[in-house]
């Protein structure tokens, strides 16, 4: 099945990169104010989904339009990934989910908690990083190029961390959600990759490009 690119409303400044990542097989949720991308971003929505207090509502759509009240438990992305979740999709890119109110922000990337939670790979992008999670008993390899790499524990306690090859190794270590020591990790060399690997608990990934 097609990946699932839903696009909010916070800021974009690089859309080149982003243009670049997309593939022709997309399927393209714009939530609410999520559709002033539509242009920079160059790709039609598949659906769009949002309450509209902060976008004007699009009339005479070409694509399927969800309407939700104002007044809910989701916020606008939240419903949209679920509703993707519902449409089958396993594989998610969320963009436009970082800056600007941190309250959003912090949401957005608890949804992808969420999301690997059912077993879904998901991840963030926005003009500085890409996120995901790393969850227990998984591996990830993180290649040369990016200019740092972060770990941070984003629920409970997360046991049996190995990082290798990098800057910064550990070897059978815990984070605490209490303090967060793995900010800011270099891959060193082009010819080998870092690596993490967790036993226990979950991580959030952060590669940060700039």
Same mark, same amino acid.
């Given at each position: 099945? @097609?990946?699932?690119?839903?696009?909010?409303?916070?800021?974009?400044? #690089?859309? $080149?990169?982003?243009?670049?990542?997309?593939? =022709?097989?997309?399927?393209?949720?714009?939530?609410?104010?999520?559709?002033?991308?539509? =242009?920079?971003?160059? =790709? @039609?929505?598949?659906?769009?989904?949002?309450?509209? /207090? @902060? =976008?004007?509502?699009?009339?005479?759509?070409?694509?399927?339009?969800?309407?939700?009240?104002?007044?809910?438990? /989701?916020?606008?992305?939240?419903?949209?990934? +679920?509703?993707?979740?519902?449409?089958?999709?396993?594989?998610?890119?969320? &963009?436009?989910?970082?800056?600007?109110? &941190?309250? *959003?922000?912090?949401?957005?990337?608890?949804?992808?908690?969420?999301?690997? #939670?059912?077993?879904? *790979?998901?991840?963030?992008?926005?003009?500085? @990083?890409?996120?995901?999670?790393? !969850?227990?008993?998984?591996?990830? *390899?993180? +290649?040369?190029?990016?200019?740092?790499? %972060?770990? &941070? #524990?984003?629920?409970?306690?997360?046991?049996?961390?190995?990082? !290798?090859?990098? +800057?910064?190794?550990? #070897?059978?270590? $815990?984070?605490? !959600?209490?303090?967060?020591?793995?900010? !800011?990790?270099?891959?060193? %060399?082009?010819?080998?990759? %870092?690596?993490?690997?967790?036993?226990?608990?979950?991580?959030?990934?952060?590669?940060?490009?700039?």
């Amino acid at each position: 099945m @097609s990946r699932c690119i839903i696009i909010g409303g916070a800021e974009i400044r #690089n859309y $080149e990169s982003l243009r670049e990542y997309f593939r =022709h097989d997309d399927f393209f949720i714009y939530c609410d104010c999520g559709l002033k991308h539509e =242009h920079n971003l160059g =790709h @039609s929505p598949d659906l769009i989904i949002g309450d509209f /207090d @902060s =976008h004007e509502r699009p009339e005479n759509a070409e694509c399927e339009v969800i309407v939700l009240p104002v007044v809910k438990d /989701d916020t606008d992305t939240i419903y949209a990934v +679920k509703e993707a979740m519902k449409r089958g999709f396993d594989d998610f890119v969320l &963009i436009g989910a970082t800056g600007g109110r &941190i309250d *959003h922000t912090l949401g957005n990337i608890y949804a992808l908690l969420m999301l690997a #939670n059912e077993g879904k *790979h998901a991840e963030i992008i926005d003009d500085y @990083s890409r996120m995901r999670i790393i !969850s227990a008993g998984e591996t990830v *390899h993180i +290649k040369y190029g990016c200019k740092f790499f %972060s770990l &941070i #524990n984003i629920t409970g306690l997360a046991k049996g961390i190995r990082i !290798s090859n990098a +800057k910064y190794n550990l #070897n059978d270590a $815990e984070i605490t !959600s209490e303090y967060q020591y793995g900010i !800011s990790n270099e891959v060193l %060399s082009p010819e080998c990759d %870092s690596e993490v690997y967790l036993r226990e608990g979950n991580l959030l990934l952060v590669i940060l490009n700039m």
